[in-house]
C-alpha cells in the first residue's frame, strides 16, 4: 500500500480531539481517495524534513478549515490550556477559539511521514502501536483555504526538538522557519 492510516491520524475522526475533523470519509474512505490521488499523479510536497510530504487534495467534503484569523470581532472567543495529543506526550500550551464556526475548507493538506521515520518514532515513541505497512503513512491533515502547508506552529516545532521519546520528530529548530511560523500564528488561530 503506497499510504495508510497511523492510529495518530485516527484523532481526525474523534470528536474530543482537537484540529481538523475529517467530515463525509470513513478513515477507510479516506486512505482510499489519498492512494486514488497519487495514482492520478498529484504529486508529493516536500515537507520540513527528508521523511515528510505533504499531498494536497481538493476537499470534496464540508471539513471545515483547522484554522481562522484573529480579528477585533472574534478575539473574545479565544481559548488557551495545556494539552497532550495522546498518552505518553507532555501537555503543551495550546491556543485555539471556541464558538468560531470556521469556513469550508477548500483542500486538505495530508501529511505523510516515510515508512523508516514511522518505524523509528514507533520504537522511540511514547505509544506501542506498530507503523502500517505502507511507504507514506497519514500523520496529520490541515483543513486549509489553499494549497499551501501554514506554518507548522511553533509548539509543534519545540515538541519535535524533543525528540521521538516526547511524541516529536528529532527534528532540530530551524530558526527561520520559527519566526515565520510566529508572525503566522501571532496572526490565527486553530479552531475546535
Not at 10 to 17: F, G, K, Y
Not at 30 to 41: M, Q, R, S, T
Request: proline fraction near 8%; charged fraction near 25%; hydrophobic fraction near 40%.
Amino acid at each position: 500500500m503506497r499510504i495508510a492510516l497511523t492510529e495518530f491520524a485516527r484523532r481526525h475522526w474523534d470528536e474530543s480531539s482537537s484540529g481538523t475533523k475529517i467530515i463525509g470519509l470513513s478513515p477507510e474512505d479516506f486512505v482510499a481517495f489519498c492512494n486514488a490521488a497519487l495514482e492520478a499523479g498529484s504529486p508529493l510536497v516536500a515537507g520540513y524534513a527528508a521523511f515528510c510530504k505533504h499531498l494536497f487534495l481538493e476537499n470534496t467534503t464540508p471539513t471545515k478549515s483547522a484554522f481562522a484569523p484573529i480579528t477585533d470581532e472574534n478575539r473574545h472567543l479565544l481559548r488557551s490550556g495545556y494539552a497532550a495529543r495522546r498518552e505518553g506526550e507532555l501537555a503543551v500550551l495550546e491556543r485555539w477559539f471556541e464558538g468560531l464556526a470556521p469556513p469550508r475548507a477548500a483542500f486538505l493538506d495530508v501529511i505523510l511521514y516515510s515508512r523508516a521515520q514511522l518505524r523509528a518514532e514507533a520504537a522511540d515513541g511514547p505509544d506501542n502501536e506498530p507503523p502500517p505497512d505502507c511507504e507514506w503513512g497519514i500523520v496529520s491533515v490541515i483543513g486549509t483555504l489553499e494549497p499551501v502547508e501554514p506554518p507548522m506552529p511553533p509548539i509543534t516545532q519545540m515538541r519535535n526538538s524533543l525528540g521521538r521519546q516526547e511524541g516529536g520528530s528529532g527534528v532540530p529548530i530551524d530558526r527561520d522557519a520559527y519566526a515565520k511560523a510566529v508572525a503566522f500564528w501571532e496572526a490565527h488561530a486553530s479552531v475546535r
